[in-house]
């Protein structure tokens, strides 16, 4: 305690050498420990980070409560932050050297304005990465972020407790973890469809299918002419059918400057015929060990990325494979 009773004060650079001691005590229980860490003057700086914390301070019930966690999340109090589906738990270092104890419950999406999202979802986005990195249009951005129709909770459907003993409504250790959570999401916008319980896929699959549709009708109206499900799935990079075996055919290409190819450039051969191309993609995931990124996919298989996001989403869903980290995928 300082003088005349009140605590005494505790200088930024003391705050965040405490919480840096702390995560190297606590690294040696728990090695796997995920602190929150700022660098540079904003707590978020994509649109998914960015969007997740106006959302919170644009409500009136949040808005005077929530500033109190601005300081402490860009102090590195928030030793430990874990997303998962409907909650997020975190470690906070107060005053107290031991860590509080941070729960933050939030409502699963309701189905029925998921269903109007990707319906208007339809034709518009173009690819998962575009969506991950917040590139979509602006009529998609109102609705994304529309108060009490989008996709970011309102207050009604969060809830949270803290193990502190501050008797706010809102203390300033959940204040910082709901920040923190932006901050998170900066690194992996996946996160934010994992918390809210929905698929992110079935927004890019209402996008293809929308687009396998038009073409089909422009088909009919130039010609009695009908495309196969090879060829479509060779425009969209899909598989509409995975029992239709397709034949991926290579063409050589003829150069002038001759290069020994590495080991690690060489291609694996994988035996295609009569194997469709979701088959192919399991065949290379399920060789590999320690798993398999996208650019080494593309190499293997000679897809497109937009091909073998669909093929990924796809073999996840039915629980073939698995995501070891973000963008490196092993058989499950």
């Excluded at 699963?108 to 991950?132: D, F, H, M, Y």
């Excluded at 992110?200 to 009908?226: C, P």
């Excluded at 063409?251 to 994988?270: H, L, Y």
């Excluded at 990124?293 to 698995?322: C, M, N, P, W």
């Amino acid at each position: 305690m300082g003088y005349w009773g009140y605590p005494r004060y505790v200088s930024v650079a003391e705050k965040r050498a405490k919480a840096a001691k702390k995560i190297k005590q606590l690294r040696k229980k728990n090695p796997d420990i995920r602190p929150v860490i700022i660098e540079g003057r904003s707590i978020a700086t994509t649109w998914w980070g960015k969007s997740w914390n106006v959302n919170l301070e644009r409500y009136a019930d949040y808005e005077n409560r929530i500033g109190r966690g601005r300081s402490y999340v860009r102090h590195g109090t928030v030793l430990d932050l874990r997303i998962e589906p409907g909650l997020v738990t975190s470690l906070v270092q107060g005053t107290a050297s031991k860590p509080y104890s941070v729960t933050v419950n939030i409502k699963e999406l309701p189905s029925n304005i998921w269903r109007k999202i990707t319906v208007a979802c339809e034709g518009k986005l173009g690819s998962l990465q575009g969506l991950l990195a917040g590139k979509f249009s602006k009529a998609l951005n109102e609705i994304f972020t529309s108060q009490g129709k989008g996709l970011f909770p309102s207050p009604e459907e969060i809830s949270f407790s803290c193990s502190c003993p501050d008797w706010a409504y809102m203390c300033k250790h959940v204040a910082a973890t709901l920040y923190g959570i932006g901050a998170r999401l900066d690194e992996d916008p996946s996160l934010f469809f994992k918390l809210r319980k929905v698929d992110m896929g079935d927004l890019i699959s209402r996008a293809v299918e929308d687009k396998t549709q038009k073409l089909l009708k422009k088909a009919r109206r130039k010609s009695s002419r009908v495309i196969d499900d090879s060829s479509l799935s060779d425009v969209f990079g899909i598989d509409l059918e995975d029992t239709v075996p397709v034949k991926v055919k290579t063409r050589k290409v003829k150069s002038t400057i001759r290069k020994k190819k590495t080991a690690a450039e060489k291609p694996v051969k994988i035996a295609r015929d009569d194997m469709s191309p979701i088959e192919v993609i399991a065949k290379i995931i399920k060789k590999s060990k320690k798993g398999v990124g996208i650019a080494t996919l593309r190499r293997k298989s000679g897809f497109d990325e937009k091909k073998i996001y669909s093929i990924v989403h796809r073999l996840k869903k039915q629980g073939r494979i698995k995501n070891v980290s973000w963008g490196v995928y092993a058989w499950a």
